[in-house]
T-cell receptor, first 113, second 111 residues
Framework: DAGVIQSPRHEVTEMGQEVTLRCKPISGHDYLFWYRQTMMRGLELLIYFNNNVPIDDSGMPEDRFSAKMPNASFSTLKIQPSEPRDSAVYFC???????????FGQGTRLTVV | KQEVTQIPAALSVPEGENLVLNCSFTDSAIYNLQWFRQDPGKGLTSLLLIQSSQREQTSGRLNASLDKSSGRSTLYIAASQPGDSATYLCAVPWAGNMLTFGGGTRLMVKP
């Protein structure tokens, strides 16, 4: 398996624009997680899905953030409108089952100017 | 809520030294703990997963231990090499599936 695949790897956008980050989890993994990493706050969980259903979105910072998982092999994290403070590295991770080993993608480095 | 702390935040050692990275967590009701490595500008690579029923887990020159009762885990790296230079993160799940990460230990191994 190619592992967790994220796209794009880098995104630079202007404040106010919509940004969509994409993730393909490892095939057969039932759980998908979105994390954000910043120097100030480290790694924070934003939202996670189980069998394509959002389970906990308490980490989503604002209504500007939304996430979907239309099928078992694809998820998106959308920010609309984007702001400079959203600049961070966004990671997607997946696990085979509850509490199993987590595998991370290479991340998307987002810069909002 | 689970809180995870890693000490030291940064460590610089000469090549060949054995070293220990520390991780502590506040809620001992965990069922596993995972150690990751992160290279600059890269994603997280899983190194070891220790189940709560285990006390140790080994992979090559890496050995991780877990003491649930005291809320501690250590990652032991034997005969360190410059290629080991990276940030090491520990993480524990809370509320079932949500990983809480420590702040990481930034390791530099000098040739």
């Amino acid at each position: 398996d190619a592992g967790v695949i994220q796209s794009p790897r880098h995104e630079v956008t202007e404040m106010g624009q919509e940004v969509t980050l994409r993730c393909k989890p490892i095939s057969g993994h039932d759980y998908l997680f979105w994390y954000r990493q910043t120097m100030m706050r480290g790694l924070e969980l934003l939202i996670y899905f189980n069998n394509n259903v959002p389970i906990d979105d308490s980490g989503m910072p604002e209504d500007r953030f939304s996430a979907k998982m239309p099928n078992a092999s694809f998820s998106t994290l959308k920010i609309q409108p984007s702001e400079p403070r959203d600049s961070a590295v966004y990671f997607c991770a997946s696990t085979r089952s509850s509490g199993a080993e987590a595998f991370f993608g290479q991340g998307t480095r987002l810069t909002v100017v | 809520k689970q809180e995870v702390t890693q000490i030291p935040a940064a460590l610089s050692v000469p090549e060949g030294e054995n070293l220990v990275l520390n991780c502590s967590f506040t809620d001992s009701a965990i069922y596993n703990l995972q150690w990751f490595r992160q290279d600059p500008g890269k994603g997280l690579t899983s190194l070891l997963l220790i189940q709560s029923s285990q006390r140790e887990q080994t992979s090559g020159r890496l050995n991780a231990s877990l003491d649930k009762s005291s809320g501690r885990s250590t990652l032991y790296i034997a005969a360190s090499q410059p290629g080991d230079s990276a940030t090491y993160l520990c993480a524990v799940p809370w509320a079932g599936n949500m990983l809480t990460f420590g702040g990481g230990t930034r390791l530099m191994v000098k040739p």
